[in-house]
């Protein structure tokens, strides 16, 4: 298939998605979110990136704000320009804020070990995630330390924004 083919194509399944969640299918919507981040991670990171959003918003309707974060830091992680990865990042600092009013950010603090690892290859948003764990875990101290490891103030903003709020 070629470039302008494979296109077409995800744009057909992206509608097809949004036709599932409009039918309230969430998991055949899923399916197909999932599908489209399989076919465009390496030639359309632009599509990736708003699918792996679509999934978090979809983990975030379902309670399942692990996944919601996952997929946001996976997006921002493979976001293919500065302003995509800025935006990636204020819309994870709204999931973020959201959690932290709900009382849910605590959630934050187990089992995020795939998240963590699928950050290793990028130091900052490793150190980010790691912080994020730490602050959900109560430890304001080691998230502190893992902040300062930060150089991207937008992120380094939100860690503090919740410090504060500890």
């Known amino acids: ?13 992206f509608r097809e998605a949004y036709e599932h969640l409009s039918h309230r299918e969430i998991e055949e919507a899923k399916r197909k979110f999932d ?19 679509m999934v978090g918003e979809i983990f975030f309707e ?11 830091l996976r997006a921002i992680k493979n976001a293919p320009t500065n302003e995509l990865y800025e935006v ?4 994870l600092k709204d999931i973020i804020y959201v959690l932290n009013q709900q009382g849910s950010l605590n959630l934050l603090g187990e089992d995020m070990d795939t998240t963590l ?5 990028d130091e900052e948003l490793y150190a980010f995630a790691k912080a994020l764990v730490e602050l959900a875990r109560g ?17 380094r903003d ?9």
């Open 35 to 53: 599908r489209i981040m399989e076919l465009s991670k390496d030639e359309f990171p632009d599509i990736y990136f708003e699918a792996c959003f």
């Open 62 to 72: 379902e309670n399942n704000y692990k996944g919601c974060v996952k997929c946001a």
């Open 1 to 13: 298939m070629n470039r302008t083919d494979k296109r077409s194509y995800l744009s057909q399944l």
């Open 139 to 155: 430890n304001v101290d080691s998230a502190e330390e893992w902040n300062s490891r930060i150089k991207t103030k937008s992120l």
């Open 88 to 91: 990636g990042i204020s819309r």
């Open 117 to 121: 690892a699928l950050l290793e290859d």
């Open 158 to 166: 939100i860690l503090e924004r919740l410090t504060e709020s500890s």
